[in-house]
């Protein structure tokens, strides 16, 4: 991949990746993106940090991140991390939250695409319960009455479903259509075949990230203890909003040692058009190296 090819991914919404991970299929499945004013989302940050980071930022001045799932397939079985942010095709403006704008809508179509339906898909794992995280699980589709994914178990940590009215999107009318499906679950449990919860608590005290584990590969879904692939050699950069930056920075270098150490493929859910990758270290810095 040449630099060009990877500035170029840095700075769009993703499309569909796939890899392998041992007897397992793992594809990103895109929904839409936000656009995010880079000084907003990372408050410490400059216009001169920005100017030092200018293949992250598209000619706009924004910074992407992408907004999806993670599916994951077993043979005939199907199972989805996150489900994007819902059938809101048109950008809305959010600048009050330093948003440029943020829209959904292609998730069915790109799994689809992928060759599944809805249907096929038995858990939807909810990481934690932001608004882009839980769109077609609390949605339906354009002409139904129930959401998207309605006949589907959805999983959730104890207490990020206990501390639900506190986060970012889950009105009441959310809420009441999530409730009859939720099942809880806990650090170290197996989710689905080669699928394990890890507490990731940071962005939200009950994240749940997943580890995808076959044979000698291993990926871990690290959900939003980061939020671009800029933040990877930079984990001290705390997002707007974190209740204890210095615990998310910890856990963010805590995240990048083991991926760079024990050689596990990394997947940020809202890495722009990277989100497989392996980190690289050296000495006590890291950087993102994408793959697929």
Same mark, same amino acid.
């Given at each position: 991949?040449? &630099? ?16 392998? %991970? ?6 990103? %499945? ?13 408050p410490?940050?400059? /216009?001169?940090?920005?100017?030092? &980071? ?7 001045? @924004?910074?992407?991140?992408s ?10 079985r ?17 600048m ?11 998730l ?10 809805p ?16 769109? @077609? ?11 998207? =994914? ?9 207490r990020? @479903?206990?501390? #639900?009215?506190t986060? =970012?999107g ?10 009859? #499906?939720?099942?809880?679950?806990? +650090? ?8 394990? *919860?890890?507490a990731?608590?940071?962005?939200? *005290? ?10 000698? /590969? ?5 959900a ?9 050699a930079?984990? +001290? @950069?705390?997002? %707007?909003?974190?209740?204890?930056? +210095? ?7 805590? %995240?990048?040692?083991?991926l ?10 809202? =890495?722009?058009?990277?989100? =497989?990758? #392996?980190?690289?270290?050296?000495? +006590?810095?890291?950087?993102?190296q994408p793959?697929?």
């Amino acid at each position: 991949m040449t &630099n060009r090819d990877t500035e170029d991914r840095l700075r769009r919404p993703a499309r569909i990746r796939s890899l392998r %991970v041992g007897e397992l299929s793992v594809s990103y %499945v895109p929904d839409g993106a936000v656009k995010m004013v880079p000084r907003s989302l990372f408050p410490a940050t400059t /216009d001169e940090t920005w100017a030092r &980071n200018g293949p992250y930022v598209d000619p706009s001045g @924004w910074l992407t991140i992408s907004a999806g799932g993670l599916l994951i397939e077993h043979g005939e079985r199907a199972m989805l991390v996150d489900a994007g942010y819902g059938p809101f095709t048109e950008p809305v403006s959010m600048m009050e939250h330093g948003m440029a704008s943020m829209y959904g809508g292609s998730l069915l179509e790109s799994l689809a695409t992928l060759g599944r339906s809805p249907h096929e898909i038995e858990a939807v794992a909810i990481t934690h319960l932001h608004v882009e995280h839980l769109g @077609w699980a609390a949605h339906p589709e354009p002409g139904a009455s129930q959401p998207a =994914f309605g006949h589907a178990a959805y999983l959730v940590s104890h207490r990020e @479903w206990e501390e #639900r009215h506190t986060t =970012f999107g889950v009105t009441e009318q959310v809420a009441d259509a999530l409730a009859p #499906r939720v099942r809880a679950v806990s +650090d170290g449990d197996e989710v689905f075949p080669g699928v394990r *919860a890890v507490a990731l608590p940071g962005h939200t *005290a009950g994240q749940m990230g997943y580890e995808v584990t076959s044979g000698d /590969d291993c990926l871990l879904a690290f959900a939003d203890v980061l939020h671009s692939p800029a933040q990877v050699a930079h984990p +001290d @950069w705390a997002i %707007v909003g974190e209740p204890a930056p +210095d615990v998310s920075a910890g856990l963010r270098r805590e %995240v990048l040692g083991r991926l760079a150490d024990e050689g596990i493929v990394g997947f940020g859910i809202h =890495f722009a058009d990277v989100p =497989f990758g #392996r980190v690289r270290r050296a000495g +006590d810095a890291f950087a993102w190296q994408p793959l697929a």
